[in-house]
Nanobody
Framework: QEQLVESGGGLVRAGGSVRLSCAGTARTYSTSAMGWFRQALGKEREFVAIISRASGRTYYADFVKGRFTISRDNAKNTVDLQMNSLKPEDTAVYYC??????????????WGQGIQVTVSS
């Protein structure tokens, strides 16, 4: 199964910003949607944001609305997540995913390896 590759994570202070990027292939990018999930240590993986392929429709988890922005570049087969006003509770491994539209991880067929984002107080 093909994997997506995330980049752009790291350590940032609370209130700062990080931009994540996910590189796909023509096949993974042709799925109905691409999205971002995150998983903190010892916690369940949770939905963050999605963007559809055809229309660019977006949907966000409540806890990131107004702070995070998902976007995609169809020419480059990439999807980005701009994260602003970061909080310590945003600390997690962030995963890029591609598949059917939805907030459940089971809707997605392809996954990146995950990238760490750590927000210090």
């Amino acid at each position: 199964q093909e994997q997506l590759v995330e980049s752009g994570g790291g350590l940032v202070r609370a209130g700062g910003s990080v931009r994540l990027s996910c590189a796909g292939t023509a096949r993974t990018y042709s799925t109905s949607a691409m999205g971002w999930f995150r998983q903190a240590l010892g916690k369940e993986r949770e939905f963050v944001a999605i963007i559809s392929r055809a229309s660019g429709r977006t949907y966000y988890a409540d806890f990131v609305k107004g702070r995070f922005t998902i976007s995609r570049d169809n020419a480059k087969n990439t999807v980005d997540l701009q994260m602003n006003s970061l909080k310590p509770e945003d600390t997690a491994v962030y995963y890029c995913a591609a598949g059917a539209w939805g907030t459940e991880s089971t809707r997605y067929d392809y996954w990146g390896q995950g990238i760490q984002v750590t927000v210090s107080s």
